[in-house]
């Protein structure tokens, strides 16, 4: 993602993608699922981002056609077509990091490298509310419906069940927050004692020089953008 952004070169986030990106997403077996969400998300954000910034962006340059008060130039194409790529790569990183990494395990591991435990949990509580959310509203869903609730003839008695689905789902999730307090607690949370982990993940050899490639990368980058800025 830094890199992609950084980057002063004009075909940077394309190598990330085809060299970087679309590999990874092939070792770490979840390019099903990379280029679902490529399809349904990041193609249609980056498409949109790059016909709009075509037609409007005002650069002058040689006139590719003209309809009406719209006439995009060549350098108001290649503009858009960069930064559509841009956060197409920042997007793909990022989806590809959710895709592969669980988030119990990067907080277990950053609280091992020293991170304070109360950031730990208000990142990993982010991470996970909504997943949490979604399968809760499932639940409450498949219970009301084994009641007799109709949710799902039209749009308008559709908007009439949300209030027998909405109360269920919002007092639950209180009662969770309230049960996972409890437990954090009862665990020591708070204690300044140096912990113990269940889960202990692996830094392989692969993923420090991997890890230092990277680092590099960002490195040159920020200097190429610096001395040609």
Excluded: C
Excluded at 83 to 97: D, E, G, P, Q, W
Excluded at 186 to 214: M, Q
């Amino acid at each position: 993602m830094l890199i992609a952004f950084i980057s002063p070169f004009y075909w940077t986030s394309h190598i990330l993608i085809l060299a970087g990106i679309i590999p990874l997403s092939i070792i770490g077996r979840v390019t099903r699922e990379y280029l679902n969400a490529v399809i349904r998300i990041i193609l249609p954000a980056t498409g949109f981002l790059f016909i709009m910034q075509a037609l409007f962006q005002p650069l002058p340059g040689k006139e590719l056609f003209r309809i009406g008060f719209l006439h995009p130039t060549l350098e108001s194409t290649l503009f858009a077509f960069r930064n559509a790529a841009r956060v197409f790569a920042i997007a793909s990183s990022f989806t590809l990091f959710l895709l592969t990494t669980h988030p119990r395990e990067l907080m277990t591991d950053l609280t091992r490298r020293g991170l304070p435990p109360q950031i730990a949990y208000v990142i990993i509580s982010t991470l996970q509310i909504l997943p949490q959310m979604q399968a809760k509203a499932q639940t409450i869903i498949a219970a009301q419906r084994s009641r007799g609730l109709d949710t799902q003839s039209s749009f308008l008695k559709r908007i009439g069940s949300l209030v027998p689905l909405v109360g269920p789902l919002v007092f639950g999730s209180l009662v969770e927050v309230e049960e996972r307090a409890i437990a954090i607690e009862a665990r020591g949370f708070a204690s300044t004692r140096p912990k113990t982990s269940l889960y202990d993940v692996p830094d392989t050899s692969s993923d420090k020089i991997l890890r230092w490639i990277l680092i590099a990368l960002v490195v040159f980058a920020l200097a190429a953008r610096l001395w040609l800025s």
